[in-house]
């Protein structure tokens, strides 16, 4: 039997531990982090085990946990660098010794999911190993007051995996609950203070405050983000502070119009090469948002071996080689899965940040000459033109643009016209600016016709309002992201390249393409609920170039517009065809009525909740309490209010944890009282003996009251509940402190009071 129990106890503790590392799936994977987890607890187990067999001591025990963690290290946390993925190498074990100390800064300071290479595994596996020694070897003390401490082990290990893991709350929250129950259990058991209906007590606690956490929960989240270490740890690679890379796009054309710059192999066809995306505009230039804005366009992190995929698409592999490139953006197609440098160096990889939210990547201080790099990536699908006429806008918080020029929000309602659904709002945009703009890059010495380049309020103004619109990709981008915008529309603009040659091989990837500056373009991704992120260009066709006879006044012609369709059966309702749009940032200022009363009764709730849920259940058990009293004490006949008060002081004693004989009469009652508060529970002997005299005398009074011949006088019963007040308090102060507090959540039971009941003694 005992061995039974030890076993039980073992898989116990094995099961809190594993709850306890649940806020590390996010970190690493499921699949991943199984076997350094299970096998750093299987390896924890076997030593206690061994060391409780053996009888070996502290020092041995440690070391035949170091040498373990090297021998199972390998099979678990590097396999791929072990003989066989099983036995250790040198490679392996060099791997696991430096892993103990390097291992945690990797977690912390790459991206999620890690997955199973690099070394990153070593930390999991020797937090399981650490933790299920530390836990048997705590469990297996033959003190029953410090064994009960093995299970602060788990909990630790908790702290330790919350700090460590991702800002999801449903993992820690399911690990803090579950270890709650599990291991509160097992250390009352240990205790000897083990009761079933705590169990079902607690799990109703854990209901009533996971649904309150439901309601309030997300909205406190939204105020105030989860703490995580991997935050604070490394500051976060913030591209805002640098110069914006969409200032550059006229450098690209007139300084590296004929530089080789990229090269890639591998291009899907109609697939784009991206650069920088930016979302943020300040009325002089589109910007990465800072890191802390909306959007996320400015939010990089370092990344490992596998990138979380953000988007469904198809799966391609491109090779790219990068020649020249005079910032740290870093070329990228679609949404990367996997990248991987082709000299397989770890400086690169160390400098390497991926923002899963835009797609883009870059190398910190820099892109050295001839980085060449093979990545995984997923081209999202593009929508049908009658998909995206039935398309609605989706639902992305983006930094609101700053210093808008008029003009963009007056042509953006010409143009629009009365497009009927925000996907055909965005190509009625881009094919208006398209249709009706002159292409230059401004380049007069070459014979462009003149075009001065940026993007800020000035010229967006002149391009949209002045005699001729010309312009190229960066201010048709720029003005059509604001127009955008203006209609409600999430959009934000891309620096990058987009290659003919993927245009011309459909259906199959396109042969090495060398990109030079003149190859630049931009263009505008427009959010579209069920298709993420659309692209659109504005820019017209590089061959449509004014000259001195171009028409001056062409461009303040009523610009065409695509018809809508036939309505759909829910249209979606379509702006006004007036010259005052609605603005998204007229829409942001205003707020809902009642929205104040609403904050005000969230942080009501926030706050309320939890203190109901702390003081509610000891104010209803006082309340009880003095009702009860109440009861006895102005019960009709004296008699009753006599054996109330005697009824009250068994009820006080059974609320200390002082059991009570069953079928007995008062003075028997109390007897079995007086032993109980023995001289160890007080200060010395002379408390017990104070607690026996009151206790006896009161029993005698109430049978000479219940079997006497006359009644009670009044002065009598306040005497007798008087004496019971003051016996009480004695008993409480006979008593430790922790059951004096404990017992003012008591109620005594039905038990009690049939045995009280049951105290009255056969007549003679």
């Not at 997955?115 to 297996?140: C, D, H, K, M, N």
Request: proline share 9%; with cysteine; charged share 20%.
């Amino acid at each position: 039997m005992r061995r039974i129990g030890v076993l039980s106890e073992t898989v116990v503790l094995l099961a809190a531990l594993v709850v306890a590392m649940l806020p590390l799936v996010p970190v690493f994977g499921a699949a991943p982090l199984l076997a350094p987890v299970l096998g750093g607890l299987a390896l924890g187990t076997v030593v206690v085990l061994l060391a409780r067999w053996f009888v070996w001591g502290t020092a041995v025990t440690v070391a035949l946990a170091l040498l373990g963690y090297l021998l199972v290290g390998t099979a678990v946390a590097v396999p791929e660098l072990g003989y066989a993925r099983v036995a250790p190498s040198l490679a392996s074990v060099r791997i696991l010794l430096s892993g103990a100390v390097t291992s945690w800064k990797d977690v912390l300071t790459l991206d999620p999911p890690l997955g199973g290479t690099g070394g990153v595994l070593v930390a999991p596996f020797l937090l399981a190993a650490v933790a299920s020694v530390a836990t048997l070897r705590l469990a297996g003390l033959r003190d029953r007051r410090t064994a009960p401490t093995a299970a602060l082990v788990p909990l630790a290990v908790l702290l330790l995996c919350v700090l460590l893991g991702t800002k999801q709350t449903q993992y820690p929250v399911a690990s803090g609950i579950g270890l709650a129950l599990v291991l509160g259990s097992w250390a009352s058991r240990r205790a000897g203070t083990f009761a079933p209906r705590r169990v079902v007590s607690f799990l109703a606690l854990a209901a009533v405050v996971a649904g309150c956490g439901g309601l309030t929960g997300p909205w406190l989240a939204a105020q105030e983000p989860r703490f995580v270490l991997r935050d604070e740890l490394v500051p976060p690679y913030d591209p805002s502070t640098q110069k914006s890379p969409f200032s550059a796009f006229r450098a690209f054309v007139k300084d590296w119009g004929d530089t080789d710059l990229v090269e890639v192999s591998g291009l899907p066809a109609g697939a784009r090469v991206r650069l920088a995306t930016m979302d943020a505009y300040d009325g002089v230039v589109w910007n990465v948002a800072p890191v802390d804005a909306a959007g996320g366009s400015g939010r990089f992190r370092r990344v490992g071996d596998v990138i979380d995929p953000n988007g469904q698409g198809a799966v391609s592999t491109v090779s790219i080689t990068v020649h020249d490139l005079p910032f740290d953006w870093l070329p990228t197609v679609g949404y990367t899965e996997q990248l991987t440098f082709a000299s397989g160096d770890t400086a690169l990889r160390a400098r390497l940040r991926y923002n899963d939210a835009t797609g883009a990547a870059a190398l910190v201080d820099g892109v050295p000459d001839g980085t060449a790099y093979t990545a995984e990536v997923i081209i999202p699908r593009v929508p049908t033109d009658d998909e995206l006429d039935a398309a609605a806008a989706g639902t992305v918080a983006l930094p609101r643009p700053q210093g808008v020029p008029d003009a963009v929000g007056e042509y953006a309602s010409q143009v629009a016209g009365t497009a009927t659904s925000p996907g055909l709002i965005a190509r009625s945009l881009a094919e208006g600016l398209s249709q009706r703009g002159w292409f230059s890059h401004g380049l007069t010495a070459l014979g462009d016709y003149p075009s001065p380049s940026g993007h800020g309020a000035d010229r967006i103004t002149t391009l949209l309002t002045g005699p001729l619109m010309v312009g190229d990709g960066e201010q048709y981008a720029a003005a059509m992201a604001l127009m955008a915008r203006e209609m409600g529309l999430p959009s934000r603009v891309v620096l990058g390249f987009a290659p003919e040659v993927a245009a011309t091989t459909p259906g199959a990837p396109s042969a090495p393409v060398t990109l030079t500056g003149r190859d630049v373009t931009a263009w505008v991704e427009i959010s579209l609920a069920g298709y993420g992120w659309v692209a659109f260009d504005p820019t017209p066709d590089p061959s449509r170039t004014p000259d001195d006879a171009t028409p001056q006044q062409e461009s303040a012609a009523q610009p065409q517009a695509r018809q809508p369709p036939p309505p759909p059966a829910k249209p979606v309702v379509a702006p006004d065809d007036d010259t005052e749009q609605p603005r998204t940032a007229d829409n942001q200022d205003r707020k809902p009525a009642g929205t104040s009363w609403l904050a005000v009764a969230q942080v009501g709730g926030a706050v309320g909740v939890p203190l109901l849920l702390v003081l509610g259940p000891p104010l209803v058990v006082a309340a009880l309490k003095r009702r009860r009293r109440r009861a006895r004490r102005g019960a009709v006949d004296r008699v009753e209010q006599v054996v109330g008060g005697w009824q009250e002081l068994c009820d006080q004693a059974a609320e200390l944890r002082r059991p009570l004989p069953s079928h007995a009469t008062r003075r028997e009652i109390a007897v079995a009282l007086a032993g109980q508060f023995t001289p160890h529970d007080a200060e010395g002997s002379r408390r017990a003996v104070a607690v026996g005299g009151p206790i006896a005398g009161l029993a005698t009074r109430a049978d000479a009251y219940v079997f006497g011949a006359s009644e009670p006088t009044p002065e009598q019963v306040d005497a007798y509940w008087a004496t019971v007040a003051m016996t009480v308090a004695t008993l409480r102060g006979a008593v430790r402190r922790r059951d004096r507090w404990l017992s003012r959540l008591r109620v005594a039971g039905r038990g009690a009071q049939r045995r009280q009941r049951s105290a009255i003694p056969p007549s003679t």
